[in-house]
């Protein structure tokens, strides 16, 4: 059994900083690729930051210069580092992870955490 617990959501004025965090625990051999989501009312799910293993991070078009994604392999941990919020950043952010078992390799997410900026 795997777990993704969220942290440090919250509400924040236009121009603010949060700090995202997320801790994987469980029957885990190891992760891969971890990044964020977002979901704002009424759209989609979105892609706001993906952090692989090894290689480049993926940010959003919206995110870049804006947001910060890192990772820390030996704690099973990745961070969202928000600056300049705007009050369309508002939304239910979900933490991903792809990890292997003892099992398989399995996609996890998190409960998600509310994100509100206000103008």
């Known amino acids: 059994q795997v777990q993704l617990v969220e942290s440090g959501g919250g509400l924040v004025r236009a121009g603010g900083s949060l700090r995202l965090s997320c801790v994987v625990s469980?029957?885990?051999?190891?992760?891969?690729?971890m990044g964020w989501y977002r979901q704002a009312p009424g759209k989609q799910r979105e892609l706001v930051a993906s952090?692989?293993?090894?290689?480049?991070?993926t940010y959003a078009d919206s995110v870049k210069g804006r947001f910060t994604i890192s990772k820390d392999n030996a704690k099973n941990t990745v961070t969202l580092q928000m600056d300049s919020l705007k009050p369309e950043d508002t939304a239910v952010y979900y933490c991903y992870a792809r990890v292997t078992t003892y099992y398989a390799l399995s996609d996890y997410w998190g409960q998600g955490t509310q994100v509100t900026v206000s103008s």
């Open positions: 469980g029957t885990i051999v190891s992760t891969h690729t």
């Open positions: 952090i692989p293993s090894s290689g480049s991070t």
